[in-house]
């Protein structure tokens, strides 16, 4: 099992950059997937970005792509999320989910095949 604790969210203007923080407990952090997932007010859970076991394999949405980098850090059970370009749409609560992956490369986009969750940070972009 492992928990998941948001960190690096806030208020920002359009065009500023923020990096968000994904800290595991447990000693297998690297036997899992970790993916970023935001939910704005009224709308539905949606998948921003995911990072395989290793690192070696990443995946972005495309509303994201080139302007947000994950990345993690297994000797430290902790995984990034560099926003840059930050726009209003991107407002939203940001939280990370984890699943124990048999495949090293394996990233997932369905909020479903997730099985740990973070409470969430918020991220408020103002124009």
């Known amino acids: 099992q492992v928990q998941l604790v948001e960190s690096g969210g806030g208020l920002v203007q359009a065009g500023d950059s923020l990096r968000l923080s994904c800290a595991a407990s447990?000693?297998?952090?690297?036997?899992?997937?970790v993916g970023w997932f935001r939910q704005a007010p009224g709308k539905e859970r949606e998948f921003v970005a995911a990072?395989?076991?290793?690192?070696?394999?990443?995946q972005y949405s495309d509303s994201v792509k080139g302007r947000f980098t994950i990345s993690r850090d297994n000797a430290k059970n902790t995984v990034y999320l560099q926003m840059n370009n930050l726009k209003p749409e991107d407002t939203a609560v940001y939280y990370c989910?984890?699943?124990?992956?048999?495949?090293?490369?394996?990233?997932?986009?369905?909020?479903?095949?997730?099985?740990?969750w973070g409470q969430g940070t918020q991220v408020t972009v103002s124009s």
């Open positions: 989910a984890a699943v124990r992956a048999i495949y090293y490369s394996y990233t997932g986009e369905s909020a479903g095949s997730y099985d740990y």
């Open positions: 447990g000693r297998t952090f690297s036997d899992y997937t």
């Open positions: 990072v395989a076991r290793s690192g070696g394999t990443i």
